[in-house]
């Protein structure tokens, strides 16, 4: 079984071709460097690009792939969430291939695709839980087997890379902010500042409105104030308070369904912090812990396509 997958929601277009369950090529496109004069994404730009770069982006895939695109037997492509004018040039790439070759269409849910992500190179048993963490979704999701999403928790507002690119712009720093906060957090290890963390809400959703607000108002106050700000110690309170939030909020998801894995999906499970803390919280509760490579991280359509085949596997039976 040849899959095609297509993933388009945000600042990357991505393909990626897929051998029964295995990936045979992942090319991604990425826009950080158009995007980071604005301190953030600029949706009318993000799909300019995806126009402009989706043919090679599709011609590198094939190639590295091996095959020819008469060998396909299915195309996949993300059909939400995302941004809007991004999704629709990602569909319309996807419906003229489909339709070109005669092949079944499948669209597919973007956050399922990040939590398949950890499926492309591990065996995982059930039940699982997955706490998925990206600039524009905070979300903790059960899986008892395949293709069984249970959204136990999300963000009610801001989601926790977001946070981290707007107190990364007040703090003086360039977007991307998740990179560019870890970088420097690492340089302390001093909470010198008081974050404060959100009163809880419901048990495992999150919100990240506070934090953001409460850590750009002390920095207005240091500023007003004229005390000299410790950049490398403020970068690591805000850094911890966020990775402890949601690392309780997993944990407490973990001791209540108990389940025999433990995924962390998303752009910002880069950051080092919340890998060592979701590692250690996992190690606690005598459970096994899966992170993906960065490269199926962050946006990209190889979770896409292992989605895809286990979706396809399931309309089979």
Request: include cysteine; charged fraction near 25%.
């Amino acid at each position: 079984m040849n899959i095609l997958a297509i993933e388009s929601s945000c600042d990357e277009f991505s393909v990626a071709i897929l051998k029964d369950g295995k990936v045979l090529s992942n090319i991604i496109s990425s826009q950080i460097e158009q995007h980071k004069e604005y301190g953030g994404v600029v949706p009318e730009l993000a799909s300019r690009l995806h126009v402009q770069n989706f043919h090679w982006v599709l011609d590198e895939a094939i190639i590295e792939a091996g095959i020819k695109l008469e060998e396909l037997n299915y195309i996949v492509y993300t059909s939400n969430p995302g941004l809007i004018g991004s999704l629709i040039i990602g569909k319309i790439v996807a419906q003229t291939l489909a339709q070109y070759l005669k092949i079944p269409l499948l669209p597919l849910n973007h956050l399922h695709g990040h939590v398949y992500s950890a499926f492309i190179e591990n065996d995982i048993e059930f039940p699982a839980v997955a706490l998925i963490t990206s600039g524009g979704h905070t979300e903790i999701i059960l899986m008892k087997d395949h293709l069984e999403f249970e959204t136990l928790g999300q963000t009610q507002d801001d989601a926790i890379g977001e946070c981290f690119d707007k107190v990364a712009i007040k703090m003086g720093l360039t977007y991307p902010g998740g990179p560019a906060i870890d970088k420097i957090a690492k340089i302390s290890n001093e909470s010198k500042y008081k974050i404060p963390k959100p009163r809880d809400i419901n048990e495992y959703d999150f919100s990240f409105s506070g934090i953001k607000t409460g850590s750009i108002n002390l920095l207005h106050k240091l500023k007003q104030s004229k005390t000299e700000l410790d950049l490398n110690s403020f970068a690591y309170s805000f850094q911890k308070t966020c990775v402890e939030y949601v690392i309780e909020k997993l944990e407490k998801a973990v001791k209540k369904y108990e389940p025999k894995f433990v995924i962390l999906g998303g752009g910002v499970s880069a950051n080092s912090m919340l890998r060592n803390k979701f590692q250690e919280m996992a190690k606690e509760n005598k459970i096994k812990s899966i992170i993906p490579k960065h490269e199926y991280c962050t946006d990209n359509a190889a979770m896409m396509g292992m989605l895809g085949y286990r979706t396809i596997i399931k309309l089979r039976k």
